[in-house]
C-alpha cells in the first residue's frame, strides 16, 4: 500500500470520527430485508416445527454467506467479512446433521438469489448488524419453545452465541467502514481533479503546437 493511499485512508479515518453517528444511521436505513427467507419468516410470538425451525435456521445461514462472500467480491478481502464468512459454513455444517437424524430434506441453496449488494463498506457493516441482529433473534424465538430436542437446542444455542459474537465485530468495525469510505471518496476526488489537470496540460499543449512563442 502507498503512502499516499495510506494518507487519505487515515484521513478518512479522522473525518469519519466525526460523522460515524450520521453515516451509521444511514447506512443502516440501506439495509433490504428480503421476504420469505429465513428469518423474515420467524415472528416472536410464532411456534414453529421442528422442520420449520430447521429450514428457515439453515436458510438464515445460507444467506448470510452468500452476502458476506458478495461483498467480499465487490470490495475486496475486508474485515471482518473475510472471517466470518468463513464461520458460515462452519455454521451450515452444524445444522446439517440434524437434517438427517431427523429424516428432513435439505433445502437447496438458492440465497444468491436473495443477496443485495450494499453500496459501501459502512453499508455493508450495518447489512452484518442488523443479519446478525435477526439471526439472533430466530434463535432466541426457537430456543422458547419447550419441546425442543435437546440435540437441535445445543446447535441453535451454539449459533445464537455466534451471531452474538459476530454482531460485536461488525458493530466494533463500523467506525473503520465509514473512514475507509471517506477516504476512498478524497481518494477519488483527488484522482479526478488530477486527471482533469493533466487534461488541461495536455490541452495546453496542443493548443501550442505550431506556434513560436518568441
Given at each position: 500500500?502507498?503512502?499516499?493511499?495510506?494518507?487519505?485512508?487515515?484521513?478518512?479515518?479522522?473525518?469519519?470520527?466525526?460523522?460515524?453517528?450520521?453515516i451509521?444511521?444511514n447506512a443502516?436505513?440501506?439495509?433490504?430485508?428480503?421476504e420469505n427467507?429465513g428469518a423474515?419468516?420467524?415472528?416472536?410470538?410464532?411456534v414453529?416445527?421442528l422442520?420449520?425451525?430447521?429450514t428457515?435456521?439453515?436458510?438464515d445461514?445460507?444467506?448470510?454467506?452468500?452476502?458476506?462472500?458478495?461483498?467480499?467480491?465487490?470490495?475486496?478481502?475486508?474485515?471482518p467479512?473475510?472471517?466470518i464468512?468463513?464461520?458460515?459454513q462452519t455454521?451450515?455444517?452444524?445444522?446439517?446433521?440434524?437434517?438427517?437424524?431427523?429424516?428432513?430434506e435439505?433445502?437447496?441453496?438458492?440465497?444468491?438469489q436473495?443477496?443485495?449488494?450494499?453500496?459501501s463498506?459502512s453499508?455493508a457493516?450495518a447489512?452484518?448488524?442488523?443479519a446478525?441482529?435477526?439471526?439472533?433473534?430466530?434463535?432466541e424465538?426457537?430456543?422458547?419453545?419447550?419441546?425442543?430436542?435437546?440435540?437441535v437446542?445445543?446447535?441453535f444455542?451454539?449459533?445464537?452465541?455466534?451471531?452474538?459474537?459476530h454482531?460485536?465485530?461488525f458493530s466494533?468495525?463500523?467506525l473503520?467502514?465509514?473512514?475507509?469510505?471517506l477516504?476512498?471518496?478524497?481518494?477519488?476526488?483527488?484522482k479526478?481533479?488530477s486527471?482533469?489537470?493533466?487534461?488541461?496540460?495536455?490541452?495546453?499543449?496542443?493548443?501550442?503546437?505550431?506556434?513560436?512563442?518568441?
Amino acid at each position: 500500500m502507498s503512502k499516499k493511499t495510506v494518507f487519505f485512508i487515515f484521513l478518512g479515518l479522522i473525518i469519519g470520527s466525526f460523522v460515524f453517528v450520521g453515516i451509521g444511521v444511514n447506512a443502516s436505513s440501506e439495509y433490504v430485508e428480503v421476504e420469505n427467507y429465513g428469518a423474515t419468516l420467524v415472528s416472536t410470538d410464532g411456534v414453529y416445527t421442528l422442520e420449520e425451525m430447521l429450514t428457515y435456521a439453515i436458510q438464515d445461514e445460507y444467506l448470510a454467506q452468500a452476502t458476506y462472500h458478495a461483498i467480499i467480491e465487490a470490495y475486496g478481502d475486508v474485515k471482518p467479512f473475510s472471517r466470518i464468512v468463513l464461520a458460515e459454513q462452519t455454521h451450515i455444517d452444524l445444522l446439517l446433521p440434524l437434517f438427517e437424524t431427523y429424516g428432513i430434506e435439505v433445502p437447496v441453496n438458492d440465497a444468491a438469489q436473495y443477496v443485495v449488494l450494499p453500496d459501501s463498506i459502512s453499508s455493508a457493516l450495518a447489512t452484518g448488524v442488523e443479519a446478525e441482529t435477526a439471526n439472533i433473534a430466530l434463535y432466541e424465538t426457537f430456543l422458547a419453545q419447550t419441546d425442543l430436542p435437546d440435540d437441535v437446542r445445543a446447535v441453535f444455542e451454539s449459533l445464537q452465541t455466534a451471531s452474538e459474537h459476530h454482531l460485536k465485530a461488525f458493530s466494533r468495525d463500523r467506525l473503520l467502514g465509514a473512514g475507509y469510505d471517506l477516504g476512498q471518496m478524497i481518494k477519488n476526488q483527488f484522482k479526478k481533479g488530477s486527471g482533469q489537470g493533466n487534461k488541461g496540460s495536455n490541452n495546453q499543449g496542443q493548443s501550442n503546437q505550431g506556434f513560436c512563442l518568441n
